[in-house]
Nanobody, 124 residues
Framework: DVQLQASGGGLVQAGGSLRLSCAVS????????IGWFRQAPGKERKGVSC????????AYSDSVKGRFTISRDHAKNTVYLQMNRMTSEDTAVYYC?????????????????WGQGTQVTVSS
């Protein structure tokens, strides 16, 4: 079975840091672009960051650029999202997702598989 297990969420003060993990199983990790998305209460889900299958390309939304860093560990089939200098605007449920993609760059749409989400709350 395909599984994406997001973890690492929690409560953090404004200005603090968290690292999210997305552990993947059930498909060939090396064939998939992995993305992070978030959904704040009452808002639509939006793309945060993604990393392509060979780590050559990454992308970030404007709201997190310079603060968040995405990386992947092929030996552990895991993708990480390091979140620094967090603000209350980062409060949301964070989801990781996978898309089989061989093209250039790193798209943040049309993902095939989704994880269950992890709650991140930033207190001001």
């Amino acid at each position: 079975d395909v599984q994406l297990q997001a973890s690492g969420g929690g409560l953090v003060q404004a200005g603090g840091s968290l690292r999210l993990s997305c552990a993947v199983s059930g498909f060939n990790f090396d064939d998939y672009t992995i993305g992070w998305f978030r959904q704040a209460p009452g808002k639509e889900r939006k793309g945060v960051s993604c990393i392509n299958r060979n780590d050559g390309d990454t992308a970030y939304s404007d709201s997190v650029k310079g603060r968040f860093t995405i990386s992947r560990d092929h030996a552990k089939n895991t993708v990480y999202l390091q979140m620094n200098r967090m603000t209350s605007e980062d409060t949301a449920v964070y989801y990781c997702a996978a898309r089989k993609y061989y093209g250039p760059n790193c798209p943040m749409s049309n993902y095939d598989y989704w994880g269950q989400g992890t709650q991140v709350t930033v207190s001001s």
